[in-house]
Structure formats: C-alpha cells, structure tokens
Antibody, heavy 120, light 110 residues
C-alpha cells in the first residue's frame, strides 16, 4: 500500500520561498500523478498543481502560475512543491496526494500535511 | 474552465440518508470522473468515492456516488448516517490539465 510522507512544518517570512517534499513508499511512483493541495484556515481545498513523475511535466492552477514549481525525483520516489514570493495568505496546510488510476487525477492516497506559516 | 458548485451545508439526523450535490457549470459532468473527499478538522482528507461511483477499500457501503447527465451534476449519498460522518465533503473533477474542487459541504449529523 502506497504511503506518502511529507516534510515538517515551516515558518517563513513574507517574500521568501518554501519547498515541501513528499516521499512515496510501498508502491509505484512514476506513472500516477502527484497533486499538491492546500487548505488555508477556514477555507476549502485548493489545487495548486500536479505532476506525473514518469513524464516530468507539471501542470499548475492559474492562480499559482509563475510562483510555484513542482518537481519529482523518480530515483527517490519524492515529489517537491516550491512556492515563492510568500505572503500571509499562503499560510495553510499543504498536502500531497497520489492519483489512483492514471489519467483520472482522482486522489486516493494523501500525505499527512505540512503546515506552512508565513509571518514576519 | 468550469466550476463545481456544492451546497454550503446540509444537516440530517442519525440513521437517515443525505445526498450532497455537485453541479458542473460548463461541459458535461460525464466527460471527466468525479471524486469525493471527506475532510475532518486536523486530519488529512480521505477519499470516500473515486471515479464517480467507486468506493476505496475500507469505506463502508453506506457511501455511494452517482452522476446525472440531465442535471449535469454528481451526487454523494450517505445512508444510515452516523455522528462520525459529520465532516466537510468536497467533490473534485478534472479537465484539460486542471483539477477543480467544489467549495465543500459541511455535513452536520444532529
């Protein structure tokens, strides 16, 4: 059974960047999409972007275009989400999630979440 | 791109059945799979339905999903409600490199 383990909580200053990792274990990594989703306090789930490690090309929500970079390292079964120009509104819990069936972008395995706090 | 619209909240009594709708604003609901997630405070989301009507192992058969092309919507139905079902529920779909979430529905079991 695939499990996703994320890196620990981060506190960053406005204007800086944060890089969150998501390591997969117990299953195939390359052919199923990995998405990054966040939930800000009191808000709903929001898709940031995703990547199919086999192809290496990431897709991003328009809102985050230019500010986020998602990568994957198949050799270590780890995906990364790098968000720059942080502002207070980026304070949220960030989740990685793995697609169940290739091409459906439905997420059935979720990481434990990484809390990112943006504060001066 | 399209939007997925859910009711903000629903409430029902234990033992009853509740249905949460998810209406797609443009394009056919049937053209891309719909998935449903349960989100409790302080916990990661969990998948209750994937690919319109499939239940992950471990999810009780009280949870079911369907789509209705006539109303261009998907539905999550929970029967035999339990207090532990109280949570936020989100639908999600995908089109042309973009994943879209509904705004979420708060289910209260009272």
């Amino acid at each position: 059974q695939v499990q996703l383990v994320q890196s620990g909580a981060e506190v960053q200053k406005p204007g800086s960047s944060v890089k969150v990792s998501c390591k997969a274990s117990g299953g195939t990594f390359s052919s199923n999409a990995i998405s990054w989703v966040r939930q800000a306090p009191g808000q709903g789930l929001e898709w940031i972007g995703g990547i199919i490690p086999l192809f290496g090309t990431a897709n991003y929500a328009q809102k985050f275009q230019g500010r986020v970079t998602i990568t994957a390292d198949a050799s270590t079964s780890t995906a990364y989400m790098d968000l720059s120009s942080l502002r207070s509104e980026d304070t949220a819990v960030y989740y990685c999630a793995r697609e169940v069936t290739s091409g459906t972008w439905g997420m059935t395995v979720w990481g434990q979440g990484t809390t990112v706090t943006v504060s001066s | 791109n399209f939007m997925l619209t859910q009711p903000h909240s629903v409430s029902e009594s234990p033992g009853k059945t509740v249905t949460i709708s998810c209406t797609r604003s443009s394009g056919s609901i049937a053209s891309n799979y719909v998935h449903w997630y349960q989100k409790r405070p302080g916990s990661s989301p969990t998948t209750v339905i994937y690919e319109d009507d499939q239940r992950p192992s471990g999810v009780p058969d009280r949870f079911s999903g369907s789509i209705d092309s006539s109303s261009n919507s998907a539905s999550l139905t929970i029967s035999g409600l339990k207090t532990e079902d109280e949570a936020d529920y989100y639908c999600q779909s995908y089109h042309s490199t973009t994943v879209v979430f509904g705004g979420g529905t708060k289910l209260t079991v009272l």
